[in-house]
Structure formats: C-alpha cells, structure tokens
C-alpha cells in the first residue's frame, strides 16, 4: 500500500492513488489566455488578418490543429477556431489586447471571442490514457484513427469535451466546461483508479 | 361461455378441452356499414361502442397483423387522470370511470389495479406545476393527493428521500384511483366482446388505401381485397400519418420511437407507480413480478419498433438514481413502440375533412388510458357524424386556430411531448 | 480523424455521418425534425405557416431531417435516413442537396 | 470433505484448490473451475428451486446460460442478487447462496398446493376470474396475493455498493463467440491485418465441449485452441474478451457486451464489478453456437431431467458424474456422443432411446456406441418419468405401440436437437430460414455486414464449421476493407451425422400428467392446446396468453418447442407460425451496468459557478435550476429558509444584496447584421440600440408564445452580448446557430456562447451605487452611467484589478448593476464586492428572495408566467410587439383563439384579510362551487412580500386586465385553502420605476 492509497479517489492533491503501482499521471493543464476565433474559411483578408494577430495559420481541415511558438490553434467548426496561449511564447498575449484585435478581426469580417475562463483542461498520460478516456467517449483513440497534433469535439460521459493529442505520445489532453470541470476530474480519477494512478502539479499548456 | 370460476371449474373437469374460441376469424366481407382501421385497444373498443351503444353490428374491425399488437401490446400500462387542462381532465376521468367497470362490462378481467399513480416533485418550480395541477384535478372533481416527503418514503420504502440525492424528493402528487391495467387483455376483452355482438374482427388484413369519391369516402382497398364502407375510422396510433394520407390528409403527428423495458421478475417491491417529470422516468411492478419502466423518446423520427443504447442508459439510471437498492437486479427485455405524437401533446378524436372518414389517435406517451373513452367517443362521433361534448376540443382544426392542448407547454415539436 | 463526407453504407445507421466530422456517435448530436418543412416567406399567409410550424409528411422510408452535431462542430446539416430501418442513406451540409450514393 | 460425484480425474478444474460455498444454509465444496451447478451436482445436490406457477421441484437442466430452472437467491443484504444461473455462476471463495420461490423449504415447499389446484389454473385463468365482487378494491385483495406467490427471487433492500463502467471499442472485425468456429474467423480476420475483439461469454475459450479425441490441426482441439488464444492474445490489435456476453445489436453496427470483471473474484479493490462495452465494429462475425432443446414428455421436469450435452459438459468439462444410471432420449446422432462421454465417466446408460425408427449404426457415434455395446432402443421414445423430487425411473415405450417397459434410473438425459443462437443474428434485421433437416431456424440474410458462422449457422459438424468460420472471417476483414492474406484453414476429419428426425413432444398416458414446454412459466403442451382453442393463435398471442419464453431464460429451450406444437395443432408449417421477436438483452443484464459511472450523485453532470464554494461557506441552501446548483438562500443559525428569503429580500430594498447570476446563459454576437438579426428574433425593435446601452427584449417560439427573454447590450459597434434565462440557454444558441446556419447564411452575424467564460453578480438596492463607486475605476454616477447603461471597468480586488463588464440594469426594481468578470476571477470579484459591501450593510441573497423581489416588480418569468401557452400580450407586453417589422412567431399571433377576449391574462394579486395565500392555487368565483368548478385562472408565482408586509402573487386570469379591482377567490383544495383575492396590474412597488433610475 502506497501512502497515496490513504486519499481519497478525485483529491487532486499530488500523490499516487488507485492500485499500486501508478501506471498513468493525470494533471490539470493551466490554459493562459484563448479565443475564440470565426470567419469564412474561404476569405484570404479573414486568415491574414488571423495570421497577421496571433502569428498562425488557422487548420482548414476538420479536428486538425496548427501551432506556432505564441498560440495553438485548434480547427472547433468550418468557421470556428479555438486559440490557446502557449506559455513561455514571446508572443503571449494579455487580455487588454482584447479590443484592437476584436475590431481588427471585425473589419475583416471575421469575429473574435474571449474565452480564457470558459475552459478547464487536463492532461492524462501513460498507456491506458486512451482507454481510460475511451471509457465515456465514443471517439477512436486508436493512433491510426486519431494522431499526434489532432484534436475532436466530442462527449466525456454526459459533458462536451475537446480532446487533442500534442504529439505522438500516449498523452491526452481535454477541455471541457468550467461548471462542470469539477465532475470531469472526479470521473477520470475514477477511471485512473484501477490502472493506478499519479496526481501532478499543474502545469503550462504544451 | 360466461368467464367465471364456475365455468374454470366446469371445464377443469373436461380438461379445459371445452372452452369455446374468445373471437372468430372470419373472412372480409364486401361491404360493411363501418370499418375500422386498427385492431389495437381504440379500434376494438370504438368497434365494441359502435355495437353496445349505437347498435351498428354489420361492422368489421381491420389488422394488418395480430389484435394487439401495435402499441397496445407494448405499453408500460398506465391508467391515470391527472392533467391540468379541462379538455384533458374530463376526457381521461371519463375513460378512467369506463375502467373501473370493465372488466365486469367485458367479463374479462382486465385487471384495472387502482395502486395510485405518484409523481415525484424535485425542485420548488416542480413543487408549484405539480400543486397546480393537483387543484385544476380537484376543482375538476379528480382525487389528487399531495404527499409530503415522509408520506413518500413511507409507501415507496425503496426509494432515495435522501437530501444528498441528486435528484432531492421535496414531496409529491398522487392520484389514488390512477394505476395500471393487464395490457393485452384489454385488446383481447374488447375483441371478445366486439365478436359476441356480430362485429368482424379480422387480423391480417392490411388496409393499402382509401377510396374517396364524389368527395366522400366509398370503401378500403386491403391486401384482402376492396370493402365497400360509408365510414372508415382510422385508430391506427404510429401509422396515423400513413393512413391519413390514403385520403389525401396531412396531420400534426410525427412517429417516434419510444421504448420500454422490464426487469427480471422479483418479490414485490413497489406498490404504486412513480413517475418523475424531471428525470423522465416511470416505473411500476406487473403481477408477474417485474419493474415495468419508460422514459423519454429517442428523438428520432422512426417507425421501427426499436430503439437504441443511450435511452435505456438513461432510464436506467433515472430508476438507480431514485431507487439505488435495485441495482443488482437484471434488465430482462427492452422493445420499442411507435408513437403518434401531436405538435401539442394531445390526441386528435374526431371528423377529417373527408366526410364519412374519422379518427382517433395522436396519443403521444399517453394513449393506451385513453382506450376505453377515445373508442366510446369515436363511436358516438362515428354513429352521429358529430363529435362528443367530450371530444368536441379534440379537433384537426384546433392548430389552424390557435386552440391548442399543450399540456406542458412544450410548442409546436412533436418530440418535446 | 477522416473528414470525408461520409455517405452512408447500411452499417452507418445512427453512426451519423456529419459532413464535416466523419461518421460519430449519435449522443454527439442533436434531432432538428423534418428538412423539407420550408420556411414562408415573411410575409406568407397565417395558412402557410400554419403548414410550415404543424404539418408533417412523417413519411415510413426515405426522411429527409436536420441533426446538429451539437457537441462537435455545431454543424446544422441534413440527413436522409430511412425512418423503417434507421439506414442513414446519405448526409449533406446544410446548404447542398442530398446525393445518395449509388450502391 | 468429500465430493462424492466427483470423478477421480478429469475436467478442467482445479482440484489443488477447492473452493467453500454455502446452499440453502449447507457447507459445500468444489474446485476452482466448478460453477455452483457443477458443485452442487458433484455434491449430489439436484433439487435447487421451485417451479414458477404450480412451484414443482426442479434441477439442474443445462450448464449454460439457457438455464430455466436452476435460478438462486445470490449473497445476503445489499450484495443479494435474485435468479442467479447456478449454472454460469462461477464458484468463488465462501459463495452463498439459497433457493427461490419455496416456503418453507425448497424440499417441503406450501406453494405446492398450486400443483394439486393445478388443473383450476391453466394458462389465462386469472382474465376469467377475480372479477367478483365487482369493485376495483377487490381486485387489488386478490392481486396481493397473486404478486407474493409470484416474482422469484428478492431485490436487496441496501443500495448496490458496487462499481461499473463503460468502455467504448472500435474494430474491424468483431467475433462474437469463442468456440472452435470463432477462434477460426479471428484468426483469418486477424491474419488480415484487421483490428479484432472476440468476446465469449464463459470463462474459458472453446465454446461447446468438443466430442474427446476431436483433432484439429494435427493437434487435440484443447491443444488447438489454446494454441489459436495464445496467437492471437500475442498481436497487437486483437483483443480478448472472455466473461462477456454480447447482449445486444444496436444501429451502426453497435454490439453492447457485458464483461463480469470481478463476480467471480473475492475482491478486487478500484476495479469496477462489471464493465458494459460499446463496440462499434465494421463487420461482425456471430459465431455464438447452438443451443440444445428438449423433448415434452410426461414430468419431464423432474430433478435429474437434464439436457444431453450439459450432462457430457459435467462429465468432461467439471469431472462431476450428472448421475449414476442414466437413460439418454434423442433423436439425432449427437447424443449418442453424450451417452460415449457419460460411459467413459462412468455413469451406466441404461439405454439410449432413439425416437428414429431404425438407429442410424453407419454414422460416426451410434457405431462407436455399439462398439461400446450400450443398449439402444430404436423407434421408442419416453412416455413419462416417475419420481417424487428426482427422477427414480422412466417408462419407454415403442412407437409402434405396446406396452410400455419401465427403466430404472437417476438421470434422463435428453437431445430434442440443436438451435442456433440467432438471437443477435434477428436482432441485426436478419432474416430466418427453417431448415427441415436440422428442423431448427438459421440465418437466411441480413442486411448488415454480419457473417453468421459454424454451429450459429447450423452447422454442426466441426470440420465444415472451421472451414465456413475462416471463410466468415476473411469475409467480414474484406467487409472492413482489409484483402484476406492467403492461409489455409484449420482442418479437422469431418463426421458423418445421420439425419435428426423432428419430435417435440410425447403423448401422455394420463389426461392430468403434465408435459412441461417452458419449465420456468410452467407452460405446458396443455396450454398451447387451449390457447389453438380459444383463439390465441398468432404466436405472438400464444407466448402472451400463456408466457411462453418470457422467463429469465427467455425460452431459449423452449420457444421453438412452443411454435412447433402450435403449428400442429394448427395444421399448418412451423415456418407459417413463425417465431417471436428476439430483443436484447441476449441474457438479463444487471441494472446498474447500465449507467455505468453515470449513476447516483453523478447520473447528470452538475453545474457549479466560480463563487459556488463561497456560497457553501456562507451556509448556503442550494437548488437545482437545470443542471445547475444554486443558492436559495443563506440562513443564519436560527433561522428557517423561509425567513433567511425574506430577510434578504429586504435588505436589498433597504440597503443592497448581491446575487450570484452566473447561470444565465450568455451568448455573444459579432457581425455586421447583428441589429437585422435581433429584429427578427425578439419581438421589439433592435436597430436603435446605441453602443454601451442595453434592452430588454422578448422571444416567440415559431407558434407565437413566448419562448424567452433577457436583455441585450451593445458592447461596441458590431459586438452584442445577449443573456437569456438559465434553463433556456442551450435551446436559444441552437435556435440561433440553425437561424444563421440554414435559414439566413447570407446574415453576416456571429455567436458563440460564453456562459462558462463569465461569472456574474448583481449588486442591487438603493445603496448600490455608492458600494460601487469605492472599487470601480469609472464614474458610476446617474449622469456619467445612467440605467441601461453598459461599459468596461477595473475593480479592486485583493489580488489587483479585474477587468469586469458593468451593466446596469435592474430585475429587483431597484438601483441595480450587473457586474461580469472571467470566471477564474469570479470568487475574487464576489468577495471584492462583499468586503466593499461591508459598511453599507450588503447581505448575498439568494434565488427565493430574488423570485420575491421580482415578483414585488412584476416581472414574469419563463415557466410560471411565460409556460409555453402564454402569448407576449398575454404577459401585457403587447405593446413591445413592433408593427412595423417582422419577427418570429408573429404570423400566428393572428389566429382566433389568440385574439379571444377570455384570454388568461397577466394580473397581480393581494391576498384579503391577512390571508397566508395557498401554493399553486387556482382562481375560481365560488369556492364552495359544486365540482366541476370552472376555474378562471390559477396562480403563477406567489410569495409573502416583506416589504409589503403581506402575501401578494402573479396570476393569469382570463380577461384579467379588464378586471383590476376586482375581488375573486385563491383556492388549493390540495391544502384546504382558499384566500380571497384582489386582482390588480401586476406590479407591487415603484410602479413608475423612478428607483431604478436615480
Ligand atoms: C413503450 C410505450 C409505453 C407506453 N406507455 C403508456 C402508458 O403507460 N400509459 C398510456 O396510457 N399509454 C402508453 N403508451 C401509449 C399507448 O400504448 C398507445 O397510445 C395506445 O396503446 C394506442 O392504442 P391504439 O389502439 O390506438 O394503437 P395500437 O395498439 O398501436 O393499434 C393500432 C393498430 O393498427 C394497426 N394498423 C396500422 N396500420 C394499419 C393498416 N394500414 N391496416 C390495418 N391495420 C393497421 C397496427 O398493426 C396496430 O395493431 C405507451 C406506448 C409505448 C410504445
Ligand atoms: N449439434 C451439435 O452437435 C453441436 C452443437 C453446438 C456446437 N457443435 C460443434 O461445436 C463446434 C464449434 O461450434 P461453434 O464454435 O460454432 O459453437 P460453440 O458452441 O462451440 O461456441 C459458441 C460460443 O459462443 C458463446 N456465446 C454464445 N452466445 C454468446 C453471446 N451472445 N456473447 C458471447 N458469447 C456467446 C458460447 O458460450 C460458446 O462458448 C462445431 O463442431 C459445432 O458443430 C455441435
Ligand atoms: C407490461 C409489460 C410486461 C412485460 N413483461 C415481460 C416479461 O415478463 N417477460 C418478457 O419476456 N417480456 C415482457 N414484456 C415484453 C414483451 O415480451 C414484448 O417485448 C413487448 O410486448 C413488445 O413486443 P415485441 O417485443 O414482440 O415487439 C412485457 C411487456 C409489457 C408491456
Ligand atoms: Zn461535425
């Protein structure tokens, strides 16, 4: 019995929990700033001005993401993007930017949202992080069907989640509503539990 | 033969070798003063009316398949009077004053359990809907009840009262004379009853059309041939659209796929039937033994008879969220029905614009208490060509004019009901 | 993840293929009703609209109806399914036509 | 202890580790590898229950899961389980259990007096009866007790502590059934390159005990299939599902299984006991086997009657004699393997009595048997069974006629022939076929990709079912669009079977002997008689009227018996008759499975704003409001709910109180037309909004009522933020998006919803403003910031400034702001707020007091006054409905009823004479009014007004507007109340809004 045995499945205080030993680390991933990004794909002024903004080139093909130093972008809709700050960019962007870039995105007949707070997203890594996933939601983790740097909107039990896949590990991220975060993480560590499984600290959006 | 434990006892001697057929199947015949299309609960019984009450005998009731085995044979067998709107409430009391006589009416026991039926209160807004619901029921001469959480836990011992539960119970209505009757043996007694007064019932004889002409209705086309009829009731439940469009007509009804499950048979356990507006979930126990459960649609349009996974998760854990005690019993069958849902959540009894054509169906979740009325009203209206007092509300018309029986509120979206 | 249009074999029944997404699982989306209720003009009779908000084919085959991949792209699109068997025969984006594919 | 019908060696238990069990309160013993059935049998236990109806005493008839007979009460308190499978039940470590439906005991059981009465009572009794005395009540006296003698087993009274899951899969090909043949199609699917999952409901891989001395490969076929196993377990994309039964085929080629993870296990902490699959496969392969069925002779329930190939099952798979001296009954050739299985264990036979006229000694085992030189009796079938609680003999008689002899035994073996397990196969829209050799039903066509294989598709010789089984496999890998890689099949040498001659029942010497169909409803050849009589024809009547297969067991040994009998008394083809409508599950499935995680506390998700744990520190009462949780009220030690409300709701009129409104939906507007597209949503006009302002607006449903309302505020030229009620939210963003998406694209607009990204309070009382001016970084006076107003700030929090959205707009009636800040800064901003809040005397309020406060303003709400029935004139806001411009909704306003003038309208109500006003009433003119007692309207929302000191309420009443002044009645027969009332224009205080605006 490992000291982590003595907490509580669902505490989120760092330590091992579920059988022993962990076989799968389970994190929240702080998300800095991100926006919610909209215009017509099909409108070279709306993809510059996206690009000109926040230095990226928006994913055209569905459930894909594209990234550059400062921001991850992440295909939501045919006319919908997620942006999420990537820490430690030179490029970090701050919210009071919000306006300027709001009606610079307006002009070019695009729309510009922000949506920093909406999210809460957590990072669960290890071999079964797939299954463990694949638990409540209906998408296929299998790396053929679902590969590094794709990301899906999709269901976590009965709550929306966005699922991406950073790279070619067997790491997972998922973004799901703030309300609703808390019931999220308790059914993951649920899931954890009997693969065994770490609590870290938090840490920066990859 | 007269059912009764005289006549069980008589034939036990002979072995039971004796007992004459419930019904006859004979054959079609050219020409009848009244076909009714459907042999569910509502085409037997308007069929059984049109001869006990309007002495119409030289009619035939037509089933594409077996008597019953539309939505009749598959409902979770709920009999109840508890609505908010006149036109509701003095439509289904009736029919629930026709049950508590029906059994000795058919001599067959149909088996109308006046067990009460409770609906759950979870929330202070649920709280008021509920009250005022309980007096329109009250004002409207219905017994409703209003039970107080410990009233509940007291009469449905299994079920969660605690505050902690997620669906915290703050109290409840209850309709004391609401309860479930033995399903198919109302299609049986009615079909049984409607034989012995000369009607036809026929199975296997699928109506393909309506003949219409000089603007009126002249007969049916069926896969047994053409019956020449003045008067065609449609009581066909899911396939009301269908049928209606044999003649040209249009209706507000979508088909749904609702479906119902049982468990396996235990010692019995819940005396009343709870439902729960706010989980979408009703459950009762049959005589046989089994928790008879249902909730919402699957939300698709389907003619099907059969639904899919996320509604029977659903149900279920609606019923282990109020009933945590019964989660290592076992589901035993899950099946699906078509249902006839309105654009208002209420039925449709009445004249079509095509004269000598009739109908009664849109039932939505709730058709099969309505059995005994909607068959006694359609009779009348069929045998006087003019509606009931008590189903005049329940016209075709209602829609173009703003009338509407939207029980819940819930708009023009035929699932939403 | 395949994003192609995806048009229905038998055994895409409620996999419901969203034009944008790929064939997903039917709790991702939300029901619309019929497509082929059109919407009057502004200005059209109480009659037309009566039509449009009551009145429904509710036809036993073929069903041409909207879903929203509600937890997905939030893609409104249009499906044509067999309302007898549940076979989804085709999808299409909102503003195209319904082309089954020729099996 | 001694087993001692335990074979010397033999099966695959365990014997290094026996296993303790209890029954019926006696200690036992097995091996781990036994089943409760199977250990009970090698303790010569036989009599494990009571028949359903007449509560006969029944046995072990089957080693599977079509057992109907051997059904048992599981474990004690809340682990209790009733008809638990004794004969799938894995044997675990101190197993309890006892039998069912018997009292006092199973051996000395009072229901058995059903059996003496049994001829008052056959099939349909209970619709010919009860029906005196003629009142409901009576029923409801007989129905007590017809619901205690029936029911079976008995559900805990304590929750289920146990967890479950879910876990969805995907795969090319999935293989349902473990036996020979579908090892053989995984392998050619795997060797394909498809991606696999073969699920098999038993513990241990081989299907059906193959005959001993069966070679596949060259190898013995337990050396082939463990072989195959380990093959397939090594590669990558296969996966191994044992203990779980595919139970249903769902659209989209979705196949539900059930795995038992911990049942067989005593524990097994953070593991879940059951584990439900959803597995969404490409092609399917039903490899499931067949099932063997029975024959209905005279008391062929009798303990001791068992199926032939579960007796060899004991034999071979458990080394548990079934018996001693056995008497087999058949009439195909498999049984005779049986009776070579039972020898070889060393049970006597007796004889073997086949029911074809000459014993078919040129096919494979009726020659070995003769080898074996056990007696056969050809042409002869069995004519009754005799025995008190187990079989002690039978009577054979010739076909050809002649007395009958009598053969001692103590155990009757029977093979009626063999059924496919199409269940899954209907399931997937597949068509049946009977076939008149193997008089059985098998798989005609479905049309989904699923590829019936081996004894599932009536074949039933192995070397044949191997091959077709590969070919399945490789057929259903193409399916999912892998080419099949050449390899050879798995061979094995082909067996001659002679051919099985159809016999469903034998006739009875005796009229009142019973021949029993479905053992577990007790329906017997009687009751299909007499339902042919009477009419209930249709065999979908025959199984209502009797309960033909409606048990536990579903009638997987029984249906087809059933159809065949009515047929014959029809005189028609079996296939006219038809079977029954096979729906899952395929065997019952445990309830709380079914939500999987998602049950209890968690069968929804729950909704928690950011101050949310705020709320519960203050002690907060919480309700539910859709998904959400929120606060009811804040009471202090010592006070009720009630007065907590009330006092809260004074204090802001007084002073000032804050409210959490985070669960308002929220959804943001960019785009060039968003004015034109407000127009055509909200009933008002919408293109005269300046920047920085907000309004109040009304949405109608398509039909005219009123679907929602909220205000929506300019935030800079082309960016709106609209709010709408919390239940409301996700229904208007998807109005919204199928708005813009299909019906105007051409609309350059914009939403998303930001719900979630904001936290909101509303600061409301006469003292707001100036609260707010010590920590907002703008000029909040009446000139600078005047009511409607909306505009950025900082606030001055502990940690820094927040950025925050300041609107002000009033739903108290009084000097009111909304203040919206991220929701990771919200606590931060409520607790900003509260401390400023301080020295002018701020209390938080919650829901009650906020319903109180806006019903003391008359403002409706969406449900109580807007409840899907009322039109916006209705709601008196007739006026906001804008001539000039089109919205939605407004079209159908014109019809009749609409317009009528007895339309309920929206009236404010003050209860008379002090009166306490009842929940829920009604309004009605003469409340002693003989029933029923027209009503002219009801109360919508009520409450005591502290700050009018008195009960007042909105209400809709018909012609209400015309009808301020009058005096009506409140009435609640629920609470025998009734409150005279005064009807008035629905708004209590301020009237004229001048509080608002100072
Ligand atoms: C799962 C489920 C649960 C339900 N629970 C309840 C409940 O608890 N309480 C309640 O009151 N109601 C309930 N209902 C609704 C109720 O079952 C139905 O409203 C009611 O039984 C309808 O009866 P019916 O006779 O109109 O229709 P049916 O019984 O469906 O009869 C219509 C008949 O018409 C036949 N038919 C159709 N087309 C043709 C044709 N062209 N030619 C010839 N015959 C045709 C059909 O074969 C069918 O037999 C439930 C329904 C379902 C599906
Ligand atoms: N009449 C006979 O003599 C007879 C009968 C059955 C099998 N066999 C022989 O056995 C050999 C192989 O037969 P087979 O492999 O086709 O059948 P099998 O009976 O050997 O294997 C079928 C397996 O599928 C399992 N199963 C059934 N339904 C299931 C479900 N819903 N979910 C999960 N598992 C399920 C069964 O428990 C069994 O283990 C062949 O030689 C066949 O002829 C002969
Ligand atoms: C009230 C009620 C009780 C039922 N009880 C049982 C039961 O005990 N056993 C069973 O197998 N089916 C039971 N059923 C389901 C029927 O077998 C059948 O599935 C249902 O009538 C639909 O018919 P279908 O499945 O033939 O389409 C019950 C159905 C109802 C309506
Ligand atoms: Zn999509």
């Known amino acids: ?206 | 033969m007269k059912y009764s434990i005289f006549s069980l006892a008589r034939n036990a001697v002979s072995h039971h070798e004796r007992w004459p057929l419930a019904w006859r199947s004979p054959s079609p015949k050219p020409h009848y003063d009244a076909v009714i299309i459907g042999g569910g609960g509502h085409g037997l019984a308007t069929a059984y009316y049109l001869a006990r009450n309007h002495g119409m005998t030289n009619i035939a009731v037509l089933e594409k398949g077996w008597l019953g085995g539309g939505n009749t044979g598959r409902n979770t067998t709920i009999v109840r009077s508890n609505y908010h709107l006149d036109a509701n409430a003095h439509f289904y009391e009736f029919s629930l004053k026709l049950w508590e006589g029906l059994a000795q009416e058919l001599n067959f026991n149909v088996m109308y359990s006046a067990r009460g039926v409770m609906n759950l209160v979870h929330s202070p807004a649920d709280m008021d809907a509920a009250m005022r619901r309980g007096n329109a029921m009250r004002l409207n001469g219905i017994d409703a009840q209003f039970l107080s959480r410990d009233e509940i836990a007291r009469r449905v011992p299994n079920l969660d009262c605690s505050s902690a539960a997620r669906f915290p119970i703050l109290g409840g209505l209850l309709q004391p004379r609401g309860g479930t009757v033995r399903h198919d043996a109302v299609a049986w007694g009615y079909a049984r009853g409607a034989d012995a007064q000369g009607v036809d019932v026929i199975q296997q004889c699928e109506v393909t059309g309506i003949r219409v002409s000089g603007g009126a209705v002249t007969g049916v086309e069926t896969t047994r041939g053409f019956i020449a009829t003045p008067k065609v009731g449609i009581a066909v439940a899911g396939h009301s659209g269908q049928v209606a469009a044999m003649a040209g007509i249009t209706l507000p009804i979508e088909s749904h796929v609702l479906q119902a499950m049982v468990s396996e048979p235990v010692k019995p356990v819940l005396d009343t039937v709870v439902t729960s507006g706010a989980v979408h979930f009703y459950i009762s126990q049959s005589d046989k033994g089994e928790l008879v459960m249902g909730g919402d649609l699957d939300f698709y349009n389907s003619y099907a008879q059969r639904g899919n996974l996320p509604i029977v998760e659903h149900v279920v854990g609606a019923c282990l969220a109020l009933f945590p005690n019964f989660g290592r019993l076992r589901l035993l069958r899950t099946w699906g029905g078509i249902m006839d849902m309105t654009m208002d959540g209420s039925p449709i009894i009445g004249k079509l614009p095509v004269p000598g054509l009739y109908m009664t169906g849109g039932w939505c979740y709730g058709g099969f208490k309505a059995t005994p009325a909607s068959g006694f009203l359609l009779a009348h209206t069929i045998a006087h060509d003019a509606p009931h007092a008590l189903n005049a509300a329940f016209t075709l018309e209602r829609f173009a004019q703003g009338r509407l029986l939207d029980e819940k509120g819930a708009g023009p979206y035929a699932w939403a009901h | ?103 | ?998």
């Not at chain 4, 032939?308 to 099952?313: I, L, V």
Request: charged content about 20%; some cysteine.
């Open chain 3, 1 to 103: 993840m395949d994003a192609s249009l995806a048009t229905g074999a038998e055994s895409d029944m409620l996999l419901i293929p969203c034009p944008y997404c790929g064939p997903r699982n039917q709790i991702e989306f939300t029901y619309g009703g019929d497509a082929t209720a059109r919407r009057p003009a502004t200005d059209a009779s109480a009659a037309a609209w009566v039509e449009f908000v009551y009145l429904r084919d509710n036809p036993c085959g073929p069903h041409d109806e909207l879903w929203l991949h509600s937890a997905g792209c939030r893609s409104w699109f249009k499906v044509r399914r067999d309302t007898r068997t549940h076979d989804i025969l085709a999808s299409a984006r909102i503003d195209d036509e319904i082309v089954e594919a020729a099996r």
């Open chain 1, 1 to 206: 019995m490992s000291e982590g045995a003595a907490r509580a499945i669902g505490d989120r205080v760092p330590g091992q929990y579920g059988v022993v030993p962990a076989t799968l680390t389970l994190r929240e991933i702080s998300i800095a700033t991100a926006w919610n990004l909209q215009g017509n794909p099909m409108d070279a002024a709306l993809l510059a001005t996206a690009r000109r903004e926040f230095d990226v080139v928006l994913p055209l093909v569905p459930n894909t993401t594209s990234q550059s130093e400062g921001c991850l972008a992440m295909w939501l809709g045919p006319r919908s993007w997620l942006l999420v700050a990537r820490d430690g960019s030179t490029h970090r962007m701050v919210r009071s930017t919000f306006a300027a870039r709001r009606d610079a995105l307006n002009d070019a007949g695009g729309a510009l949202f922000e949506v920093s707070a909406s999210r809460v997203a957590f990072m669960l890594e290890g071999p079964a992080a797939s299954s463990v996933l694949a638990k409540e939601c209906p998408l296929d983790f299998h790396p053929r069907v679902f590969g590094a740097g794709q990301c899906a909107q999709s269901m976590l039990g009965h709550v929306n989640a966005l699922f991406y896949r950073p790279a070619a590990t067997s790491a997972f991220i998922v973004l799901v509503a703030r309300s609703m975060a808390g019931d999220v993480w308790h059914a993951l560590c649920v899931s954890a539990a009997q693969h065994g499984y770490e609590v870290t600290h938090p840490a920066a959006f990859p």
């Open chain 4, 1 to 998: 202890m001694i087993q001692p019908f335990r074979l010397p060696e033999g099966g695959n238990i365990d014997r290094a580790r026996t296993i303790a069990y209890t029954y019926d309160g006696v200690a036992g013993e097995g091996f781990a590898g036994d089943t409760l059935a199977s250990a009970l049998l090698a303790n010569g236990v036989h009599l494990v229950g009571r028949s359903f109806k007449y509560h006969r005493p029944r046995g072990i008839f089957s080693a599977g899961t079509e057992e109907p007979n051997a059904l048992v009460q599981l474990n004690r308190g809340a682990l209790t389980e009733p008809n638990a499978r004794a004969t799938t039940l894995e044997l675990y470590e101190g197993l309890t259990a006892a039998s069912q439906n018997c009292w006092p005991s199973v051996r000395f059981d009072v229901g058995a007096i059903n059996n003496s009465m049994s001829r008052l009572i056959p099939a349909g009794f209970y619709y010919k009866t009860f029906m005196w005395p003629a009142t409901p009540a009576w029923w409801l006296k007989y129905e007590q007790v017809i619901r205690h003698a029936a029911g079976m087993g008995r559900a805990a009274s304590e929750p289920d502590p146990d967890a479950y899951e879910h876990q969805y899969a995907h795969c090319d090909v999935l293989v349902i059934g473990g036996g020979a043949a579908g090892l053989a199609s995984a392998r050619a699917a795997a060797h394909a390159g498809a991606r696999v999952i073969v699920c098999d409901e038993n513990p241990q891989w081989g299907g059906g005990p193959l005959v001993a001395g069966t070679r596949i490969d060259e190898q013995s076929a337990a050396d082939w299939v463990n072989a195959t196993v380990q093959a397939l377990a090594a590669q990558a994309d296969v996966t191994l599902l044992s203990r779980t039964t595919a139970f249903g085929y769902y659209d989209g080629n979705l196949v539900g299984a059930i795995e038992r993870v911990t049942d067989h296990l005593v524990a097994a902490p953070h593991t879940p006991r059951q584990r439900l699959w959803k597995i969404r496969a490409q092609a399917v392969v039903l490899a499931t086997g067949a099932i063997e069925r029975g024959v209905a002779y005279a008391n062929n329930d009798l303990p001791g009657t068992m199926l032939a190939s579960a007796a060899r099952t004991y034999v071979e798979r458990f080394g548990v004699r079934p018996g001693k001296r056995a008497v087999i009954f058949t009439n195909n050739d498999g049984a005779y393997a049986d009776a070579i299985a039972l020898h070889a264990g060393g049970v006597e036979i007796a004889a073997i009595v086949d029911a074809r006229a000459v014993a078919p000694f040129e096919s494979a085992w009726p020659t070995r048997a003769r080898a074996l030189d056990l007696r056969v009796i050809a042409g002869a079938v069995l004519a009754g069974a005799h025995g008190r609680q187990h079989v002690s003999s039978v009577d054979v008689a010739l076909r050809a006629g002649g007395a009958a002899q009598r053969i001692d035994c103590d155990l009757a073996c029977i093979s009626g022939g063999w059924n496919p397990s199409v269940h899954l196969f209907s399931q997937a829209r597949g068509k049946l076929r009977y076939d008149d050799v193997l008089a059985t039903f098998v798989p005609l066509a479905s049309p989904l990709p699923i590829f019936p294989a081996g004894a599932a598709n009536g074949c039933f010789d192995l070397a044949a079912a191997l091959c077709e089984a590969h070919t399945a496999g490789a057929a259903a890998a193409g399916r999912a669009g892998l080419p099949a890689a050449p390899l050879p099949p798995p061979r094995a040498n082909a067996i001659a079977l002679a051919p099985l001659e159809s016999l469903w029942t034998v006739p009875a010497s005796r009229k009142s002997a019973k021949r029993f169909v479905d053992l577990q409803n007790d329906v017997t050849v009687d009751d299909i008689a007499l339902a042919a009589r009477e009419g209930y024809r249709s065999v979908e009547h025959l199984k209502r009227y009797t309960t033909l297969g409606m048990g536990t067991d579903q009638g997987k040994t029984s249906n087809i018996v059933g159809l065949a009998l009515m047929a014959e008394q029809l005189e028609v083809p079996i296939p006219k008759v038809g079977t029954t409508t096979f729906r899952p599950p395929y065997t019952p499935l445990t309830l709380g499975a079914l939500p999987g995680r998602d049950c209890g506390a968690h069968v929804e998700p729950t909704r928690y704003s950011a101050m949310h744990d705020w709320h519960v520190e203050r002690g907060a009462r919480f309700v539910n409001a859709g998904l959400w949780k929120r606060p009811h009220s804040y009471p202090l030690a010592g006070e009720t709910e009630d007065d907590a409300a009330n006092r809260e709701a004074r204090n802001v009129r007084v002073n000032v109180g804050l409210v959490d409104v985070s669960t308002l939906g929220k959804i943001e507007l960019q785009g060039r037309d968003v004015a034109l597209l407000l127009n055509r949503i909200y009933i008002n006009k919408w293109d005269t909004l300046a920047e920085n302002r907000c309004r109040y607006g009304v949405m109608l449903r398509d039909d005219g009522m009123v679907m929602d309302d909220g205000t929506t505020s300019r935030l800079s030229a082309s960016h709106y933020l609209m709010t709408t009620t919390t239940v409301n939210a996700v229904k208007v963003m998807q109005q919204l998006e199928y708005l813009l998406q299909a019906q105007w694209p051409d609309l350059d607009v914009y939403a998303t919803s930001v719900t979630e990204q904001w936290a909101a309070a509303a600061l409301s009382g006469p003292k707001a403003r100036d609260l707010l001016a010590t920590i907002v970084d703008i000029d909040v006076s009446n000139a600078a910031f005047p009511f409607l107003a909306v505009g950025a700030c900082q606030l001055r929090a502990a940690g820094g400034l927040i950025p925050a959205r300041l609107f002000r707009m009033s739903y108290s009636g009084e000097l009111a702001y909304e203040i919206h800040v991220a929701a990771d800064q919200g606590r931060a901003m409520w607790e900003a707020v509260m401390a400023a809040g301080e020295p002018f005397g701020i209390m938080p309020y919650g829901t009650e007091a906020m319903s109180t406060l806006r019903i003391e303003k008359g403002h409706v709400v969406v449900g109580p006054e807007a409840d899907g029935r009322t039109t916006a004139d209705d709601l008196g806001m007739g006026k906001l409905v804008n001539g000039s411009k089109w919205c939605i909704g407004k079209p159908l306003l014109e019809r009749p009823a609409l317009l009528a003038a007895d339309r309920w309208q929206l009236v404010g109500l003050t209860a008379l004479d002090g009166a306490v006003m009842p929940r829920g009433a009604k309004i009605v003119a003469d409340p002693g009014g003989a029933t029923p007692n027209p009503m002219l309207g009801h109360v919508t929302s009520w409450c005591f007004s502290p700050n009018l000191d008195g009960w007042i309420a909105l209400a809709l009443v018909a012609n209400g507007r015309a009808r301020h002044g009058e005096t009506l009645w409140a009435v609640s027969p629920l609470a025998a109340a009734k409150v005279r009332v005064k009807l008035g224009p629905p708004c209590f205080i301020d009237p004229d809004g001048e509080r608002l605006r100072v």
